[in-house]
């Protein structure tokens, strides 16, 4: 008999993504095989994301149309729903969705394969929601879709509690990985051929909190820089209150760790970082900018920012525009504010209009459009350094990679430099796309 086969849907942050990976790996062990596509697979995860709503009633609409399929043309489809939206609406999903089979909660990731074989075999529907901490999961069984960079979680979890976030809710309480495992990670992904690694956690700043013997994330850094064969070192994300002098100097200090920040600034106005519950001022924020940027010359800096906030005036509005005007930054990642049930600010006036919220989105992105293409213009006719990673996902005849500076590169194909760091001149650009010619090998 042939194996069942599966497909993995994953919304939202890269947290999501590696999980996703985590469960391929799984499915795979208890002898399940890839689909070729959602058309054609027996088992359906949903691995969803709670933090706007826009996302969740993504996933939730798959939902109803997977659903429906099973109804009306697949009875034996095996749907599960994983992530953060399951651990929000919990065991309830089962009795909301008929032909859901599998509910799996954030902590419980490591039994979502084993719940599907259930069902599988005949079991009954099923919901696994506990909150104990997720232990370790097995390295061994993560699929990592690039051979040249990967993702490893350094925490899960955070205890910072902005005002507008769900994270708390449904990923819990911030926990560290003992650093031992995470290193031994790193080293079996070089022996696999991986290059860079990126650290995930909410909040890593934060981590080796109850750790023992004592850890900071400076310290994790240096431990995870030393491993030999390793080119590049990124991690995110940043929360700017717990951004100490021993991090800046390990960014400046450590080869591999590159020269580049995502640390989101959300507003640019006093009172609503406040309400926010965001603990930094805009001058404390700005002062961190100086301190980066003078320890770490060329460091290209991201950020995350909110509007439409509840009581975010258009003055309020304008200091945010001027703090982007101010930093300057490489990339950002701009979001309406969308309320979270549950959450401080759930109970708060959702008093900005959409229209208004859309048209402050769309100020900001033109904005950070226009400085993205500025700053990128200036490197036209320079040379950067790039990993390579593969054939480009838009365009099948060009190759991609990025610079430390994490912007992408687009070239002409290279096999066989997959990997590699190479120098690439830069002949055109837009405010997201380096496009370049390879150059001379550049090892660094
Ligand atoms: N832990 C990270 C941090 O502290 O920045 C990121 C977590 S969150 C998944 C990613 C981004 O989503 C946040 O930085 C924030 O800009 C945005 N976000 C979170 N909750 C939101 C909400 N209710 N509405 C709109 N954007 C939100
Ligand atoms: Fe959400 Fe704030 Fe935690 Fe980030 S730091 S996950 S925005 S609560």
């Given at each position: 008999?042939?194996?069942?086969?599966?497909?993995?849907?994953?919304?939202g942050?890269?947290?999501?993504?590696?999980?996703?990976?985590?469960?391929?790996?799984?499915?795979?062990?208890?002898?399940?095989?890839?689909?070729?596509?959602?058309?054609?697979?027996?088992?359906?995860?949903?691995?969803?994301c709670t933090v706007r709503e826009a996302a969740e009633r993504k996933?939730l609409?798959?939902?109803?149309?997977?659903?429906?399929?099973?109804?009306?043309?697949?009875?034996?489809?095996?749907?599960?729903?994983?992530?953060c939206v399951?651990?929000a609406k919990?065991?309830?999903?089962?009795?909301?969705?008929?032909?859901?089979?599998?509910?799996?909660?954030?902590?419980?990731?490591?039994?979502?394969?084993?719940?599907?074989?259930?069902?599988?075999?005949?079991?009954?529907?099923?919901?696994?929601?506990?909150?104990?901490?997720?232990?370790?999961?097995?390295?061994?069984?993560?699929?990592?879709?690039?051979?040249?960079?990967?993702?490893?979680?350094?925490?899960?979890?955070c205890?910072n509690y902005c005002a507008y976030c769900i994270v708390p809710y449904v990923?819990?309480?911030?926990?560290?990985?003992?650093?031992?495992?995470?290193?031994?990670?790193?080293?079996?992904?070089?022996?696999?051929?991986?290059?860079?690694?990126?650290?995930?956690?909410?909040?890593?700043?934060?981590?080796?909190?109850?750790?023992?013997?004592?850890?900071?994330?400076?310290?994790?850094?240096?431990?995870?820089?030393?491993?030999?064969?390793?080119?590049?070192?990124?991690?995110?994300?940043?929360h700017p209150k717990?951004?100490?002098?021993?991090?800046?100097?390990?960014?400046?200090?450590?080869?591999?760790?590159?020269?580049?920040?995502?640390?989101p600034v959300q507003s640019g106005r006093d009172t609503v970082l406040e309400r926010m519950n965001r603990k930094y001022t805009r001058a404390?924020y700005?002062?961190?900018?100086?301190?980066?940027?003078?320890?770490?010359?060329?460091?290209?800096?991201?950020t995350d920012l909110i509007v439409g906030f509840p009581g975010e005036t258009d003055k309020a509005f304008k200091e945010t525009v001027s703090l982007v005007e101010a930093?300057?930054?490489?990339?950002a990642f701009i979001f309406k504010y969308s309320p979270r049930p549950g959450t401080a600010a759930a109970t708060l006036d959702d008093d900005v209009p959409l229209e208004v919220k859309q048209a402050r989105l769309q100020r900001l992105l033109a904005l950070q459009?226009?400085?993205?293409?500025?700053?990128?213009?200036?490197?036209?006719?320079?040379?950067?350094?790039?990993?390579?990673?593969?054939?480009?996902?838009?365009?099948?005849?060009?190759?991609?990679?990025?610079?430390?500076?994490?912007?992408?590169?687009?070239?002409?194909?290279?096999?066989?430099?997959?990997?590699?760091?190479?120098?690439?001149?830069?002949?055109?650009?837009?405010?997201?796309?380096?496009?370049?010619?390879?150059?001379?090998?550049?090892?660094?």
């Open positions: 008999m042939s194996s069942p086969t599966f497909f993995i849907r994953t919304y942050c890269q947290m999501n993504e590696l999980d996703s990976e985590f469960i391929a790996g799984s499915l795979v062990e208890h002898g399940l095989a890839p689909a070729a596509g959602i058309e054609d697979a027996e088992v359906i995860v949903l691995n969803t996933a609409g798959l939902l109803g149309l997977l659903a429906r399929r099973k109804r009306e043309r697949q009875p034996g489809l095996v749907l599960a729903l994983c992530g399951a651990q919990r065991e309830a999903l089962l009795t909301q969705v008929p032909e859901l089979d599998v509910v799996c909660g954030t902590r419980r990731l490591h039994r979502l394969a084993e719940l599907v074989q259930g069902v599988l075999d005949g079991g009954p529907r099923t919901s696994d929601v506990a909150e104990a901490a997720l232990p370790e999961l097995g390295l061994e069984r993560t699929q990592h879709p690039s051979r040249v960079k990967a993702f490893v979680a350094v925490m899960r979890g205890d990923r819990g309480r911030e926990v560290s990985r003992a650093p031992g495992p995470i290193v031994e990670e790193v080293h079996h992904l070089i022996e696999r051929g991986v290059r860079e690694v990126t650290l995930l956690g909410q909040n890593v700043n934060a981590y080796g909190r109850g750790l023992e013997p004592p850890i900071d994330f400076a310290g994790l850094l240096e431990r995870v820089a030393e491993v030999p064969g390793l080119a590049r070192v990124r991690f995110v994300t940043s717990d951004i100490s002098p021993r991090l800046i100097e390990a960014i400046g200090a450590l080869r591999p760790v590159c020269e580049s920040l995502h640390f404390q700005l002062d961190l900018v100086e301190r980066l940027r003078k320890r770490v010359p060329g460091i290209a800096l991201s930093v300057r930054y490489d990339g459009d226009a400085i993205s293409l500025e700053k990128n213009r200036a490197l036209v006719g320079q040379r950067v350094a790039v990993l390579v990673e593969g054939s480009s996902r838009k365009n099948a005849e060009r190759f991609t990679g990025r610079t430390r500076g994490n912007r992408i590169v687009v070239f002409e194909p290279c096999s066989e430099r997959v990997g590699e760091i190479v120098s690439a001149e830069v002949l055109d650009v837009t405010p997201h796309t380096l496009h370049g010619r390879l150059t001379q090998p550049a090892e660094a």
